[in-house]
């Protein structure tokens, strides 16, 4: 599953980013990496680009960049201590 | 009511006598000769501009949006006898991405050799906020982390235990709310301190553990040094070449490495009075 297939409200676990040169430099740079949970939060009028929840901040990927972060939706425990 | 709270919470506290701001005299840009050069680091919207405005009484366009700080602005001020050229570079999420402005940022802290660079970290968002901090003790001994809107962080929940991250970090972590005052004295104090070697830092490295690519490294930062005469920071060079980083490859073909940018420093400034 991809980062650009989340519905809106889901959190999924980063597995691997497949961006590459400098767009992979600056998804690692803000923050997005293997292991990091995000969290899906808003989408644009039309669809794109969507808001994410990343490490406490808010970043804004156009599907394109999303398709290319692979994630595992995340159980509930792991969403609940994520907001603690 | 809620008026009168926040005419309460927008005035610095300089008439207090324990906080000690009757050192710092404000300079504008009058900058002149100067003892040390100070740089403002930071990811964008974590309040360098702000910070930059309470030290030296500019009015640096303050905005919450990014690449507002496109070149670099310098002012000057005064503390403790010693008088610093400070410089508010254009915010940055790495050393290593290469948008013009981050270019700038990290052209100047690379090869400007600033005598302290503050990084000024989101205390709200600070795991994000972390990782340029790290890249920068990477390259440079004397670092003081401004760990700014430390009062958005409270309203959040969020505390920050700053003398484990001072520990961990090797180097002073200021707790700051810039846009209330909260928090100068104790920076100015910090930066004086590393300025002047009274405080020893010992920044946090990454090791890198393995034999080939330490070799690798040093064959070619000794190459670079030889072909750049007088280049800082060889080695971080060295290693952003095996990663393939285009626009340091670019720079090293070129002959370009280590010029510093110079735009029109001052062009945004002299519009602005001094306070």
């Known amino acids: 599953m991809t980062l650009s297939q989340l519905e809106v409200g889901q959190i999924a676990k980063v597995i691997k980013v497949r961006s590459e040169n400098a767009e992979r430099r600056r998804m690692l740079d803000i923050g997005i990496l293997p292991g990091t949970v995000i969290e899906t939060v808003m989408r644009s009028p039309l669809g794109d680009p969507v808001a994410y929840r990343v490490r406490d901040a808010v970043v804004a990927l156009r599907r394109e960049q999303a398709e290319l972060i692979e994630v595992q939706s995340v159980a509930q425990e792991t969403r609940m201590e994520m907001k603690r | ?275």
């Open chain 2, 1 to 275: 009511m809620s008026a009168q709270i926040e005419t309460v919470d927008a005035k610095p506290c300089s008439a207090c006598s324990s906080c000690n701001t009757s050192q710092l005299t404000r300079l504008g840009i009058k900058a002149g000769g100067w003892d040390y050069v100070v740089a403002l680091m930071g990811n964008p919207n974590t309040g360098k501009s702000t910070i930059f405005n309470s030290l030296t009484g500019l009015r640096q366009h303050v905005g919450n949006w990014p690449g507002k700080t496109v070149t670099r602005a310098e002012g000057a001020f005064s503390y403790n006898n010693n008088k610093y050229k400070l410089v508010d570079l254009p915010g940055t999420y790495s050393l290593l991405s290469t948008s013009v402005d981050e270019e700038i940022a990290r052209d100047f802290v690379l090869f400007g050799q600033p005598n302290v660079t503050i990084v000024v970290a989101d205390a709200a968002r600070l795991e994000r906020n972390l990782g340029l901090a790290m890249q920068v003790l990477e390259i440079t001994d004397r670092v003081v982390v401004a760990l700014n809107l430390i009062d958005e962080a409270r309203g959040n929940g969020v505390t920050v235990d700053e003398r484990a991250l001072t520990r961990d970090l090797g180097v002073p972590v200021v707790p700051m709310a810039a846009r209330r005052g909260e928090g100068v004295a104790e920076l100015l104090s910090a930066v004086d301190n590393v300025a002047q070697g009274a405080y020893p830092t010992r920044p946090r490295r990454m090791k890198y553990r393995d034999a080939q690519l330490e070799a690798a490294i040093v064959t070619l930062a000794a190459q670079l040094e030889s072909a750049f005469a007088g280049l800082p920071n060889a080695r971080w060079v060295a290693l952003r070449l095996l990663e393939g980083d285009e626009s340091i490859v670019r720079a090293v073909h070129e002959g370009t490495l280590g010029e510093i940018r110079q735009p029109n420093t001052f062009v945004n400034l002299t519009k602005l009075e001094a306070r």
